[in-house]
């Protein structure tokens, strides 16, 4: 048995993942109460740092003692901990005690599922490579309009390393007319929020839905758009990027590993790439090049299906019980 996120999740990864284990394995939700005193083989974290965090001060400490607790019935109990590395590093840096907490997670993991070959893992627990999956499962069935020439988005959570002041200045440099530029997600960071919001009232090109979205809205949104442009500061691996292309949709990512990797994947025009920073140059250059020589079909996501990563993940799962086993009989 597995012990998840919790059922207020909306994350279309973990929503994916969880229907496609929950064929295999059996998995719960995750709650404090189960996760400090109940009976489960595995917890499987993907974002630690989420666990750690609380608005206000007294339900932060409360929070972070709890996250302790759970620690320690990993470290001395019966679970074993599994994490999926979708980051390097968090998204904002965490510092005193949350910092400890996460060092302590780092120590105590006992197995990782990296997204990308080329992850670097935080300690010498063992790892497995696993993608991540596509959404067509979960898009396919909405009602998704046509692209409309011209219309650029940028979607999800509004946070410091995503590049939104980049855009917003690159975009404003633009002088085509006919462009538009569209932004999507709730303002993690408050004063980008503020920034999209002033270059909203500055260039009539530019709107915005500053909140959460649902997938019906979402599926909207991208569908009409001709180019998604992310110009993250770290990229590595993007679950962004892969929703996108689930709805058949280009994407304007920067140059790296991780993005050369998957336009390789994925098949020709697809996903365009530029140098960093991002220029107004480099935003042209992508809608010349995709209006010249449109992608065909659909992008390549055969090797993101998620009842193969459900496999996978579940044999991460054995072996990590299987090690802890021959160990106890050593």
């Known amino acids: 048995m597995v012990q998840s996120f919790t059922s207020a999740n909306r994350d279309p990864l973990t929503t994916s993942l969880f229907e496609a284990l929950s064929e295999r394995v059996e998995v719960r939700h995750f709650s404090w109460s189960q996760a ?18 609380r608005r206000g001060a007294f339900n932060t400490a ?4 709890m996250y302790l607790l759970l ?23 965490r510092r005193g005690s ?3 907490l996460l060092r302590l997670t780092d120590r105590w993991t006992n197995a990782y599922v990296t997204m990308l070959a080329d ?3 935080p300690s010498t627990a ?7 999956g596509h959404y067509r499962a979960l898009y396919d069935d909405l009602d998704v309009p046509e692209s409309e020439p011209g219309v650029l988005l940028f979607f999800g959570n509004l946070r410091a390393y995503k590049g939104v002041p980049d855009l917003l200045d690159a975009f404003g440099t ?25 270059a909203c009232r500055n260039d009539d090109r530019i709107s915005a839905e500053l909140g959460w979205v649902s997938h019906e809205q979402l599926a909207a949104e991208i569908g009409r758009a001709e180019l998604v442009v992310l110009p993250y500061l770290a990229m590595h691996n993007s679950g962004t990027v892969i929703v996108a292309l689930s709805l058949d949709r280009p994407v304007l990512v920067p140059t790296d590993s991780s993005t050369l990797a998957l336009s390789a994947e994925v098949g020709p025009g697809w996903v365009h790439t ?32 998620w009842r193969q990563i459900a496999a996978a993940y579940v044999e991460t799962y054995q072996e990590a019980l299987f090690r802890r086993r021959r160990r106890q009989h050593v």
């Open 36 to 53: 400090i005193a109940g009976r489960y083989d595995i917890l499987h974290v993907h974002w630690p740092d989420h666990l750690t965090e």
């Open 62 to 65: 409360f929070r972070r003692l």
């Open 71 to 93: 620690l320690l019935r990993i470290r001395f109990g019966r679970p074993l901990l599994v994490r999926t590395l979708h980051n390097i590093e968090p998204h904002e840096a």
């Open 98 to 100: 949350e910092q400890a």
């Open 119 to 121: 992850t670097p893992l």
């Open 126 to 132: 063992p790892s497995t490579l696993i993608p991540q």
């Open 174 to 198: 633009t002088t085509d007319d006919r462009l538009q530029l569209r932004v999507v997600g709730r303002a993690v960071d408050k004063e980008i929020g503020e920034s999209v919001e002033r």
């Open 274 to 305: 530029y140098d960093p920073p991002l220029t107004s140059t480099a935003i042209t250059t992508a809608i010349d090049a995709l209006r010249g020589a449109p992608p065909r079909g659909r992008p390549e996501l055969s090797g993101r299906d």
